[in-house]
Structure formats: structure tokens, C-alpha cells
């Protein structure tokens, strides 16, 4: 692509024209750290019309496009194509409204997800998707994934709180859909097509977020129990007790809470929340807005459960140290592996019902073919969503991730899951797709790919 | 169409070939009873497999399907084209599975939704999505209208409740993902696409659904406040303060509450439940599982804004015969409104904070076209979506509903709103479907549907 000829620099401004040296290392890789992505140019847009200018270019020359955000993907998907163009929406960061009486955010694709949950807040009103990269990962990005987190169970997935959105397709078309509306049966809803697209579709230029009245009392305990049948168990009866309030239900299998918590007493000098030894611990958090009675209904809910024997002990936080202490099992698990590094790492979904099966048949698998592997689940269980650490153990040789993600994938793909539950397929997974999507599915895929991007521009190589 | 040469018999049986004076007035019509279909024939399939070989013979001569259900629609959307083929799905009625323990139930497409009801809390679990055709409804159509009904606000559309669909396209392919995952971003959302497009990019065969915790007590209330700030100040404070429980936020207007319980009085014999004269009238409803708790806490919360006085009069039900008598408010309007037939009705959405700008514009324009115009407001507030019934009121002539269409759509688009919230497009709301919609989201749809239908024999003449 030839830089100087193409009015680039028209489009955006000198400014935000950086090719060569001044590509910095944050343009050219995510969180996998992986590869390094080298585009010919990155460019900076201020608008929306910008975007649409510069896709209209690049579909004319047929130059590759990847919207790049906060940089924090767990598969690559923000990964600039080798001499394309990296479209950073860093400068489109505004939050455009904060509307408290409708409980709505309009904001630009560019907002770090932190800062639009400080100006909700800011207003009295709460922006309840949230995950470990909020201070860096980027609205548009956010919605290109689909993203999860902790309180999924709870408030859904980003996709359940994007009311308006305005992409920009390859063509440079804008289609803007900026209403404020919970329902609308209008014709086809290509929002959630477009919504977890890893931009292959559009760039999400700006979105209208659905905001929930500010949570003004939480409770967090964290909870043992022996089987998975009865930590599953729990989560139904919780989900009920607590009446729609339980917000996230964070599960460790026990050689794994027990990994974690040595570590970090061992590096923290953290407290082990509660003993070792059993099957199962959970990371449970209800949050609610009645100061007379959340509290009260918690603890009966957990009393409940101990006296009738599913939970077979509990650490309950009295204070905001103690709910980040035991929150702290949860969010700080690279603790616990940092000297497993290089592993590999899974984001699988399925059924509740078949999760102790997976766990078993991966680890049956795995012994078979690397008799010293080690297996650590983890996960929103509450979700049906684990994430899985496997390092095949086998010291002086590269680590064989292909044959690892082959048994991992295989055992999912036989129990019917999906091999992507929130951080998408991007480049990383993509060889996969297949094993948890149908031929018919694939095609369906592609017919509408087509359709929207016909020269094949945006973010090639990612997702099909 | 030639029905003797194609072997449609062969695919389905003879007996499940309908024609002539066999296709019932079933087959024929939907809620409106507006028009009167006319198919070349009735189709009854018994399999997913028997819906792909007859779209395969239908994509092959260029023949319009139709998927039609239990013909509760409220928009034409189900009305089989003249000469095509009327597919009926109400043979695979099945409820395949349900799994308590991953809280899924998976169901065929003819299945009615109480029956679904019924059999989810046979097992001790909840099907939320809940509307005044539930006798009738077919879990197909609710997933091809994406509907909506009364506790959306908490549990959400039909869409929210899908976590798997298997639907055949256009020329007989078979896509199916029964996954049961509430989480799978493992490449494009079709399922979403094809939720809500009202048979026009695939037929629905089955659909893994979410199940949620039976719950155990609810309250319920009629309350009413002065002004529409007020109401949705209220709406906020105890979503807030019913931390989550809050299932139900039905508003009507004043004048709109007065004209139904005087009629409710008149011809029911039944008691007005609240003292009539005040601005707004909403009937609240909880639910939790908290036996315990769940009482206080909705007293507490009613207690709070009647001593705020956000809440100027209250009545709550203390029995089920006293909750049948509030809910009768909101669900036997029509006998409010029979004597005002035919009239227009409306089913649109808009940020709340415009709703009161909506009403007093609708009824500013009408005045200036239609002198006596009257006009009833009412509907799903806690999801910004309004219904509305207007009368022209012109003694003698025919019911001009273009006119006033043009009146409330206009009103719609200049708020940014919705012309279709929950009951949509069909062929009722065809020609307005660019007033809500822009050019450029028009032809997305447009490509949408030609990659996926080339031959456009999908329910021709509905949405697009």
C-alpha cells in the first residue's frame, strides 16, 4: 500500500499517520504477546466519518483493515494483517451521554471500559459487565468479543447491554442504529450479528449501553463443597434464595484453589481464606440496593445450605479487605501458575450437567498421550463457562499445544460445547472452529461475510 | 403449484397434505382476522427432516413458504402467501428433553408455550417469557416474532431465552446448534439474526431453551403516582430496592386506567381496585424465592415512596384472587376498548425519558388532522415500550389507519424510537418499516436475506 499517494494523511491528519519506527510495540501486539503485527500504517480517526472514509479507501485498493482497541484479546483477533492498515479508535473515546432516565450510555468505540464504568457511577447508575482488563480494553473491542467477566450470570454478556450501535462497514457504509430502546422487532437485528464479530464485519464505532440502578450493598463468601453435583446444586438453590441478586458464582476445582492459595501465601504472604481439602470452592457475591435486608437473606441463604449440608464451609468478608482478600483467589490465579508458564490455556462452555465428565475425560486423554501432565479447572460456573491450564510436562521439549487443544477440543466437541465461551476465536482458534460448528453452520458464516464484505477487507485471517 | 406431481405426499404422508376446502380457517388467518390466506396447500411435517426435503422441493420450483404456528401473530407476519405452501408445525409438538440439572429444556417448534410452562414447572424449574397467547402460541412463532409480553424487564425477550436453535434455510439446508450453553462466541451470532425475522431467513424446527429457578412467592401491587417523572423515578427506586426481583412494571395512563376498570365495573362486575382521578397507574409485580424475606421487603419498598410520596395511593394483593383482580387491569383491557372498535393499535418503544414528549405530541397532531380523536396510552414501561389505541373518531367513514399511522410513526421516528417493539413487522408494518429503520440498515437486511434466500421463497412479502 503506498502510504503518500492515497490521501491518508487527509483523511486523519499527518498526525495520525504512523508508519515505519513509529509503530509502537502497543499497535503491534495483544495479550497473547505471541507474534508481532506488522501493518503498514496505523491510523487514528476522530470520527465516524473518518472510518467511513478510510474504508471506503481501503475497499477501493482492497488494503486489510483491523480496528485495533485496548489491545488486551486473548486470540489474536486484534492482530494488524502484514501491510494493511491498524484502525486504532483511540481518539473516539468520548462518553457522548449519560442519560439517568432512560438508564443509558451513548459512547464512543474508543472509551476504556473503566472510564465508562467511573462515569456511571459518577451519575448513580452502573455498568454491570466488568472483567480483569477494564482499565485498559476499549468499548468497541469489547463489543467485537462479546466479552464476558465475573457477573455474566447475573447482567448477561456485553451483547445484552448494547442497546444502540453504529458500525461502519467495508464499503465505508455507516449503518447507525443509535436508539435507546430495550425492544425493537423492527426488522432483522444485525446488531448481534455485528456484536462479537472480532471485527470482521464493521467497526463498532459508537454504541448505546444499558445502564442498571447502582448495586449499594454486596455480599461475598467464599464456600466449599465436596462434589460438583452438589456445587452446582448450590448454585440453583442460591440463584433462588437470593432471589435473582447472585451476581457471580466463581468455581475452583480443588487442587487448583489449593495450588493458588498456596502460592500466594507463599509470595502474598495472603491469608488462606479457607482450609484445604475439599472437592470444590466457590467465589460467591450477591449485590442488591436494600441496606435493611440483603445482608440478613445472605447469610440465612448460606446458613441454610451449611445446615442442610451442600456447603461444608464458608469464609463470609465482613469487610471491603477481606471481599478483596477472598476475590483475590479468583483474580490473581496467574499467581498460582506463573511457574507452569508455557501453558496452555482453554475458555470452553458447556452444559453444567457434563462438566465433571469433560474434567475427566480431558485428564483420562491427557495421561494417555503425556503421562506427566497437570490439569487445573476453573471457571464461571454459574455460566456453564471453565477455563483450563494444561502444561504436558515434558521438560525439554517446545510445548505441543496442538495436541493438548486436540484433546481439550475433542472431549468438548463430544459433550457438545462450544471451544470459545467469551474470548473468541480470532486467529488462535480459528483452526478449531469446526470442531464445535457444523459444516451448514460454516457456510451460513461465510454467505453473510460475503455478503457484507465482498473484497474480503476487514480483520482477514480472524475468526473463518 | 402442482401439488400431485412434487411427491409431497411422499415426504409427509397424504394426510398431512391439506388442499381445497381441507385447509381450515385455522390454516387461513392470524389474530388480526384482517385477511384470509390463501395457500395452494397445507403442509404438516412431523420431522426436521421432512421441513429440509420440502424447502429443498420449494427452493427448487421458486414456491413461497410460509412456517405458520399457532396464528397468534399480531402483525400478518404468519399469513401464507397466495399459492404457496402453508407449513404447519403444530406436529412437532415435543418437548425432547428437559435438564434440571443445566436448567435447559429442548423443544420442538409446534410445541405450545403453557405447555412448555407446564412442563418446566412440573420439574421445579421456570420458563419465563409469558403473554396473553400462551394457550395458542408455538414456541416457533415466539422465536420467529421474538416476543416479548410482561417480564421482560427482568428475564428479557424470547431471544434472551435460546441458547439453541436448529432452523432450516431456505434451499433445505439443516442448521442446528442445541447446544445448551449460555455462552458460546465461537464465531457469528447467527442464531440472533435468525431470531425475530419472522420466518423469512430459515423455518425454526427446535430450540434448546434457558430455564430459571421456580419462584416461590411473588407480590403484587397496583400503585399510583401523578406524574410519568414520577413513575419512572419510581420504576428506578424499586428496581433498585427490590434488588433484582422486580418482574412486572405495567403502566397505564390515567384516562386509559379510568375507561377500562368503569368498563371492568359496568360489565365484569368487578371492583375498581384503586381509586380512579390520578395521573398514572401501574401494577407492580416481584418475584423471588425468599419466603422469608420477600414480603417485607416489597412492603418495605411501597412503604418507602409512599412516605416519599412518589407513590400517592397503593393497593397490594393479599390473596391470588386479589392479584387475579389487579392483573385483570392490565390483561382484560379490550373490555375497556371493545366499544371503540375498530380502532388503531400500536406496539412501538423509545427511550423513557421521551415517552411523556410522545404522548402529548401524538396527541397534539391528531387533534389538528382528527378533532375527536381520542387516543389511550398504556404498556411495558419498565422496557420503554409503549402500546397505544387510537380512534379517529369520524362517524360514518371508513377507519383511516394510514393517517394515523403516519401521525404516530412520525412521532416515533422524530423521538428515535421504534415502530415495532415486540409484536413485529409482518405485513402491517411493512411500508413503515423506513421510518424507524435507515437506508443503510435496509439494505444489510436486503443483503442478508439475498445471501441466505436467493430465490426469496421464504415468506415473501413479510418484513422487507
Given amino acids: 500500500m503506498d502510504i503518500s499517494s492515497n490521501g491518508l494523511a487527509e483523511i486523519v491528519g499527518a498526525a495520525n ?9 502497543r499497535y503491534r501486539s495483544d495479550f497473547l504477546k505471541k507474534h508481532v503485527a506488522a501493518p503498514a500504517v496505523v491510523l487514528r480517526p476522530a470520527s465516524t466519518q473518518e472510518v467511513s472514509e478510510i474504508l471506503k479507501l481501503a475497499h477501493r485498493e482492497g488494503t486489510p483493515v483491523t480496528a485495533i482497541g485496548g489491545q488486551t484479546g486473548m486470540c489474536g483477533a486484534a ?9 486504532s479508535l483511540e481518539r473516539m473515546n468520548r462518553i457522548e451521554e449519560i442519560d439517568p432516565a432512560s438508564m443509558t450510555m451513548t459512547v464512543q468505540a474508543g472509551c476504556v471500559l473503566q ?86 464485519l464493521g467497526v463498532v464505532t459508537r454504541a448505546v449501553l444499558r445502564l442498571r440502578p447502582l448495586p449499594t450493598t454486596h455480599q461475598t463468601a467464599i464456600v466449599a463443597t465436596e462434589s460438583f453435583e452438589d456445587t452446582i446444586r448450590l448454585l440453583r438453590k442460591l440463584d433462588a434464595s437470593l432471589s435473582g441478586r447472585l451476581s457471580s458464582f466463581e468455581l475452583l ?96 462452555s458447556m452444559a453444567q450437567s457434563v462438566m465433571p465428565t469433560f474434567v475427566a475425560r480431558v485428564r483420562e486423554d491427557l495421561a494417555q498421550r503425556f503421562p506427566n501432565a497437570v490439569s487445573y479447572f476453573y471457571g464461571h460456573a454459574g455460566d456453564g463457562n471453565l477455563h483450563a491450564i494444561v502444561n504436558p510436562l515434558e521438560p525439554g521439549k517446545p510445548l505441543d499445544s496442538i495436541a493438548v487443544d486436540r484433546i481439550v477440543f475433542g472431549v468438548v466437541r463430544e459433550l ?47 475468526v473463518l
Same sequence: chains 1, 2.
Avoid at 17 to 25: A, E, N, P, S, Y
Avoid at 422 to 440: A, N, P, Q, V
Fill in 17 to 25: 499517520v504512523l508508519i515505519g519506527d513509529d509503530i509502537g510495540d
Fill in 79 to 87: 492482530m494488524a494483517s502484514p501491510g494493511g492498515i491498524a484502525l
Fill in 115 to 200: 472510564v465508562a464504568h467511573e462515569a456511571a457511577e459518577a451519575e448513580g447508575v452502573f455498568l454491570p459487565l466488568d472483567l480483569g482488563a477494564r482499565g485498559s480494553a476499549m468499548i468497541g473491542g469489547v463489543i467485537g468479543t462479546n466479552a464476558g467477566g465475573n457477573r455474566v450470570l447475573r447482567w448477561g454478556m456485553m451483547r445484552d447491554m448494547v442497546l444502540g450501535l453504529e458500525v461502519v462497514l467495508a464499503d465505508g457504509r455507516i449503518v447507525s442504529s443509535l436508539g435507546k430502546m430495550i425492544k425493537d422487532n423492527a426488522g432483522y437485528n444485525w446488531k448481534h450479528l455485528l456484536i462479537g464479530s472480532e471485527g470482521t
Fill in 253 to 348: 476445582w480443588g487442587d487448583c484453589y489449593e495450588r493458588v492459595v498456596d502460592a500466594q501465601l507463599d509470595q502474598l504472604k495472603r491469608p488462606v481464606p479457607l482450609a484445604k481439602g475439599h472437592g470444590f470452592y466457590t467465589v460467591v457475591e450477591a449485590m442488591g440496593s436494600d441496606k435493611e435486608g440483603d445482608d440478613a437473606q445472605f447469610e440465612r441463604a448460606l446458613a441454610a445450605e451449611l445446615e442442610g449440608g451442600l456447603i461444608v464451609d464458608a469464609a463470609v468478608a465482613n469487610s471491603e479487605s477481606q471481599r478483596a482478600t477472598l476475590w483475590g483467589v479468583r483474580d490473581e490465579m496467574h499467581v498460582g501458575f506463573m511457574n507452569l508458564m508455557p501453558f496452555c490455556n482453554y475458555d470452553v
Fill in 416 to 462: 457438545g460445547g462450544s471451544i470459545a465461551a467469551e474470548h473468541g476465536i480470532g486467529t488462535l482458534r480459528r483452526e478449531f472452529l469446526d470442531w464445535t460448528r457444523s459444516e451448514d453452520e460454516l457456510w451460513m458464516m461465510r454467505a453473510i461475510k460475503q455478503a457484507l464484505d465482498p473484497r474480503g477487507i476487514l480483520n482477514p485471517g480472524k
